[in-house]
Structure formats: structure tokens, C-alpha cells
């Protein structure tokens, strides 16, 4: 067996991993589901439920039992630099779009990634409210409930996501006519551009590797891409979790979108 074959075969045995994790841990999420979970708040005024330390617990027990040499990084488990030592990685949100999950709206997924030298190789995000599966590995196109999907060739009314004030920075071409509501889930959010259902997003500072890593990925393979002001790829899984501004997108858009968060840092 030539090695990119055995590459391929231990991708899809990851995926299938991963994506049987991704299913039970949005089972579990939906016993929470709309049924008034206990919540706390962490530091920087962010929510966390009953229902994000349950399904944490069950994906790390789970995973790293499948795969005991991986490291894990999670927004629910404290971390732990005995993770940089690993060769790859989960990079796991258990519940992404907590304040979603908690007022009962559907836009919420469980993320999860496998990441090696700052790449993410596998990624699913099952979004259980929504019926809605997407996977992807490096190999492989991006899938949204067993169909391809591809990003938008964007057309004369773009539809642009992203927080106000970024959007108020960009040309006015970027601004689109109609209102997009407010998208909890960062994966999510990123996850429709993958799907074609928006144009690009702007991706505000203070995003994390959980909350990105897996619909990176799976944008990639549908022909786009997540990027800073330089035009640099995130890398995921290294020492520092927390990312600056991007833009996810494709083509010459994406490429003016970088030029717009350059301006902002400036």
C-alpha cells in the first residue's frame, strides 16, 4: 500500500470516528435542548451550560480513548501544554453557539477537528436542531448531509455576515441589502459560506481554535478559505488558541475582505 493511500485510509477512519462522536454528543445535547439547562458565566461575560460540560465530557472520554496519543484542546476543558507534544490533535467545541443552544434557537453545532502541524485534517460539524451534517477531510470534498458542496460565485448582491462595526468599515458593495440575522455559531456561520448560503464573513478578534478549526476545513474543501489581514491561514492547535480579525471567504472577494481588516488594525 503506497503511504498516501495509508494517509487516506487513516483520514477516513478519523472521520468516522469523529463524525459517530459528533451524532451521540449532539444526542446528548438535545436532552438539554429548549428544557431550561443550568448556566453559568465564565470570565469575559460568555455562557457555558450543563448541557457543553456534558457533551465535553462524554466527546474527551470517547476520543481519547479511541486515540490515547492525540492531544486535546477543548473550550470546556482546561488546558494543558502536554498537548503540544502530540502529533495530532482534537480540537473540539462541544456546543458551538452556546447563547443559541440557551434561548432555544437552532443555529448550534458540536465542532470537532483533527489537527496536525497547525492544519486541520478532519472536521464534522453536526448541527442536531437543524438535521444537518457537515464533514470534510483533507482529502476529500466538503460534504453537507451526504451531498458536495461548494462556495457561492459571488454575484452583484453579496451577502456578507460579520459584527456591525466591521461591516460599517467595508465598501459599501460589501453591505448587504438585506438584513442577515445575527449567527451565534462562528462554525455555523462559516459553515453556510462553505454551503453557498453566504458570500463571506467577517470574523471578529477573539475567535478560538474550537470555535473555527473544523468549518475551516470543511470551507477549504468547498473552495474557500479563512484568513488574517496578511492573507495568512490560521494555524490551529499551537501554543496560542485565540486569533485576531479574519475573513472567511473565496476568490477576489475574500481577498478585498483581508484588505478591509488590514485597514481596521491599522
Known sequence: MQASEADNEGLL???????????EGGDIAMRY??????????PGNSPVSAADFAVDDFLRETLMAARPDYGWLSEETADSPERLSARRTFVVDPIDGTRAFIEGRRTWCVSIAVVEA???LVGVLDCPARGEIYEATAE?????????????????NLRIAGPKPMLA???????SEHVIPYIPSLAYRVAMVASGELDATF????SHDWDLAAADLILRRAGGQVLNEAGVAPFYAGPQPRH??????????????????????D
Open 33 to 42: 435542548f429548549r428544557k431550561d439547562p443550568d448556566v453559568k458565566m465564565k
Open 13 to 23: 477512519a478519523d472521520l468516522a470516528l469523529i463524525r459517530d462522536a459528533a451524532r
Open 118 to 120: 497547525g492544519v486541520p
Open 244 to 265: 485576531g480579525a479574519l475573513v472567511a471567504g473565496s476568490g477576489d472577494l475574500l481577498q478585498a475582505m483581508t484588505h478591509v481588516i488590514a485597514s481596521i488594525a
Open 169 to 175: 468599515a467595508a465598501p459599501s458593495y460589501m453591505r
Open 140 to 156: 476529500s470534498a466538503a460534504i453537507l448531509n451526504g451531498s458536495e458542496i461548494k462556495v457561492s460565485h459571488a454575484s452583484d
Open 203 to 206: 470574523i471578529k478578534p477573539n
